[in-house]
């Protein structure tokens, strides 16, 4: 979900929502997968709607997030017809099967749940570099050594991409995906490559952390901008004031 083209747009974006502070923009995306999880269907459409005007302000475009919205789009549809399946809800209306509307609703609801959260997601790696949001982890009092962990992660997965995309390349051009059964194949022996060859990556890029002095500290944090007024008012009209009418109001 983290590209590196995703990365570097972050870095680059000019949305309004980039220059919010990353404390703001973190307190938001809590309060909105909040929301996504327990919101009820009677609003969660209304939500649905304020999820596609973050994606609008966020400028991001869409052939940098199309995949992994159309991955998480999928698994929303598969939810959706095994929900749809077991659901009996409300009084069905029968025609060549038996339809029934709230069991409909409900299992949409289940579906959009998935894509929304993915959405989010993507949207706040667009508008937060890598690095505000580790300082931001470091300025939350989380113990460092969760903070490398993410970062040699967040680093090392680009080698892994790299390497699997490399071994891809080089079977394609063999013939190494033509048919179903020579994909099969070809897909085995790629994860088996991609273990191998990540390993000696691990183990490569350990001494080379040592050879340079490595003395158990990975992350420096740096300064990241404080909330600035207006963002307190965001925060209190779309944050606080949403989260407590879902509390109140709309929350199982």
Excluded: Q
Excluded at 124 to 138: E, G, M, S
Excluded at 143 to 151: N, Y
């Amino acid at each position: 979900m983290i590209a590196s083209e995703l990365e570097y747009f972050a870095y680059n974006n000019k949305s309004f929502l980039r220059a919010l502070s990353p404390l703001t923009k973190f307190f938001l995306l809590l309060i909105y997968l909040f929301l996504n999880l327990f919101l009820k269907a009677t609003f969660y459409w209304f939500y649905c709607g304020m999820v596609l005007l973050i994606v609008y302000f966020s400028n991001i475009p869409f052939k940098l997030i199309k995949k992994t919205v159309a991955v998480a789009t999928f698994t929303g549809f598969f939810v959706f017809v095994a929900k749809l399946h077991y659901l009996k809800n409300g009084v069905p209306i029968k025609f060549l099967i038996d339809f029934y509307p709230d069991s409909f609703l409900i299992a949409s609801m289940y579906g959009f749940r998935i894509i929304n959260g993915v959405i989010l997601m993507l949207v706040f790696v667009a508008i937060t570099p890598i690095r505000d949001f580790l300082t931001l982890l470091h300025k939350l009092k989380v113990p460092e050594v969760f903070i490398e962990i993410f970062l040699i992660i967040f680093k090392y997965i680009f080698l892994l991409y790299d390497e699997g995309l490399r071994v891809k390349n080089a079977k394609t051009v063999r013939l190494g995906y033509k048919g179903f059964k020579r994909s099969l194949e070809s897909f085995g022996n790629l994860i088996g490559i991609m273990l191998i060859r990540g390993l000696n990556k691990g183990a490569k890029i350990s001494t080379a952390l040592y050879v340079r002095g490595y003395n158990g500290r990975l992350f420096y944090p740096s300064e990241i901008a404080k909330p600035k007024n207006f963002e307190y008012v965001i925060l209190l009209f779309f944050g606080i004031i949403p989260l407590l009418a879902g509390i109140f109001l709309n929350v199982k």
